[in-house]
């Protein structure tokens, strides 16, 4: 059966300090996957899009990028976080074409930074 | 305004109630997607569909393509139905509803 990770669960860092957010999919080949941040009161907002290893579409221009090393591991990072960069970031992933194939989170990791 | 639309934000019923999530959407999609957010922030892809009507236990999704509407049905509803209810348009893009925020009393 698939399995998504992501960690750390919870994470507080400082303003200008960076970033790495790891996730890792279980038990399925060349998935899409996807970043998403939910800010505090907020709507899902898609940040990053991966259909394969390398290949990173950005959403919305900001202070984020994103890396696909492995097939089945999306990094989420930044040089220097700013306040505006609390929330809580989800990775998923899906199979199929984009917007039409069902999407399975993961667990979730809430940042604050302070 | 945004691409999608859910109401109402807030919804508090009693246990047993008949819900119904409702969601507009004003852009081309492939599939609608409900999604279950629990307390903990962990999400749940409920349904997805192109068309017509799907059903999972006490759940229930329908979706006009021409009215580019779709509604989320809970039937006999339960405490543990207390959740916040996602809408997203998929398409080239994903557009997501700010969410339905619902509250089930014993």
């Known amino acids: 059966s698939q399995t998504i990770h992501q960690w750390p669960a919870t994470l507080v860092q400082p303003v200008g300090s960076p970033l790495s957010l790891e996730c890792t999919v279980e038990g399925t080949s060349n998935p899409n996957l996807y970043w998403y941040r939910q800010a505090a009161g907020r709507g899902l907002q898609l940040l990053f899009y991966s259909v394969g290893i390398g290949q990173i579409s950005s959403e919305v221009p900001q202070n984020l990028s994103a890396s696909r090393p492995q097939d089945r591991q999306f990094i989420l990072s930044s040089k220097k976080l700013l306040l505006s960069d609390s929330g809580f970031y989800l990775c998923?992933?899906?199979?199929?074409?984009?917007?039409?194939?069902?999407?399975?989170f993961g667990p979730g990791t809430r940042l604050t930074v302070t | 305004k945004n691409e999608v639309e859910q109401s109402p934000q807030n919804l508090t019923a009693q246990e047993g109630e008949f819900i119904t999530i409702n969601c507009s959407y004003s852009?081309?999609?492939?599939?609608l997607h409900w999604l279950q957010q629990h307390p903990g922030g962990g999400i749940v892809s409920l349904f997805m569909?192109?068309?017509g009507k799907k059903k999972h236990g006490r759940l229930i999704a329908t979706i006009n393509i021409q009215e580019k509407h779709s509604s989320l049905h809970i039937t006999a509803s339960h405490p543990r139905d207390s959740a916040v209810y996602i809408c997203a348009a998929g398409g080239n893009q994903f557009y997501f509803g700010t969410g339905t925020s619902l509250t089930v009393i014993p």
């Open positions: 998923a992933w899906s199979v199929g074409s984009r917007g039409a194939g069902e999407q399975y």
């Open positions: 852009v081309g999609i492939s599939a």
């Open positions: 569909l192109s068309s």
